[in-house]
């Protein structure tokens, strides 16, 4: 099994800056991807970014580019969203998930943190 515990949330003022962590547990085999995925009020749910745990590889929607950096420290089990110039249309719950493989497919991911809420204020 995987389990994924995000935190750093918060509320933040337009262009500012919050840091997500993801503390990963599990079956590493299982944890091959990892991601950041988010859920505004009303809308559905969204990939964000990913990473390849051992390839390092990322991939980026495109309204987060030049804006948010994913990261990992893999002794430390931990995955990281650094998101700077902050909007308010990231206001959302953020999601911590990992997948088998493929991963820049966003419906690959089948194991999910409970989340984590991010609201910009303008």
């Known amino acids: 099994q995987v389990q994924l515990v995000e935190s750093g949330g918060g509320s933040v003022q337009a262009g500012g800056s919050l840091r997500l962590s993801c503390a990963a547990s599990?079956?590493?085999?299982?944890?091959?991807?990892m991601g950041w995925f988010r859920q505004a009020p009303g809308k559905e749910r969204e990939g964000v970014v990913t990473?390849?745990?051992?390839?390092?590889?990322?991939y980026y929607a495109d309204s987060v580019k030049g804006r948010f950096t994913i990261s990992q420290d893999n002794a430390k089990n931990t995955l990281y969203l650094q998101m700077n110039s902050l909007k308010p249309e990231d206001t959302a719950m953020y999601y911590c998930?990992?997948?088998?493989?493929?991963?820049?497919?966003?419906?690959?991911?089948?194991?999910w943190g409970q989340g984590t809420q991010v609201t910009v204020s303008s």
């Open positions: 998930a990992a997948a088998e493989w493929g991963c820049r497919l966003w419906d690959q991911y089948k194991y």
């Open positions: 599990g079956s590493t085999d299982r944890r091959y991807c």
């Open positions: 990473i390849g745990r051992v390839t390092g590889s990322t």
